[in-house]
């Protein structure tokens, strides 16, 4: 089955420095790859996606690369501000088997803090 | 505003009463699905809806049934709630397209459930 494998946190970083956080995926066939956000208290948001290999996700600073040779699609941003406070979830979509059917698989989450 | 709602935001109750979180989402998605997030496990699918009158177990269904009589509602309801059954809970929706490729997934603000 498809698995989604993300660097463990907590992470924690002073403002302005570089951010990666690590994701690796297992799937069959070509799944779409996403990054959610979850800011306190509330649910997760779309950050980035990329639907094919070598496509690159962006987003409010922060970029992720789909690399089918080493199936990762890893987290970076130059310069995290406090406001990146959050927990990111790597995910992976697929068509799943059958006619219509759906699957998407999510990583465990890592929790960033970022400090002034 | 597009947005997937549900509701209550918090609640707290005891072992075997029977209760049901309600989700409705105002952007006419075909598909609907309930998490549940723990610490250290991430986002885990309890079930889905293709559509109306179609669902389908996910990971963890067991404890829970869903219905899907109409488009825009999805109420998660809980028989016979057990404490480990205490979690946080998010309804999602996505579109999908004539390939029946999806949306990336709107989430609602979670439901905070204690079962005591």
């Known amino acids: 089955g498809n698995s989604v494998t993300q660097m463990e946190g907590p992470v924690t970083l002073s403002e302005e420095a570089f951010l990666t956080i690590n994701c690796t995926y297992t799937?069959?066939?070509?799944?779409?790859l996403f990054w959610y956000v979850q800011y306190p208290g509330e649910g997760l948001q779309l950050l980035l996606k990329?639907?094919?290999?070598?496509d690159k996700g962006s987003n409010k600073g922060f970029e992720a690369t789909y690399r089918k040779e080493t199936t990762s699609f890893h987290l970076e941003k130059g310069s995290v501000q406090v406001s990146d406070s959050a927990v990111y979830f790597c995910a992976l979509s697929d068509r799943g088997s059958g006619a219509g059917s759906y699957q998407l698989t999510f990583g465990k989450g890592t929790k960033l803090s970022v400090i002034p | 505003e597009a947005q997937v709602t549900q509701n209550p935001r918090y609640l707290i109750t005891v072992t075997g009463k029977k209760l049901t979180v309600t989700c409705s989402q105002n952007m006419n998605h075909e598909y609907m699905s309930w998490y549940r997030q723990d610490p250290g496990l991430g986002l885990r699918q309890i079930y889905y809806?293709?559509?109306?009158?179609?669902?389908d177990k996910g990971d963890v269904p067991e404890g829970y049934k869903v219905s899907r009589k109409e488009k825009r509602n999805f109420p998660l309801i809980l028989e016979s709630p057990s404490p480990n059954q205490t979690s946080l809970y998010f309804c999602a929706s996505s579109s999908q397209d004539r390939g029946g490729r999806n949306s990336p997934l709107h989430f609602g603000n979670g439901t905070r459930l204690t079962v005591t």
């Open positions: 990329a639907t094919k290999a070598d």
């Open positions: 809806s293709m559509n109306v009158e179609v669902t």
């Open positions: 799937a069959t066939g070509y799944p779409s």
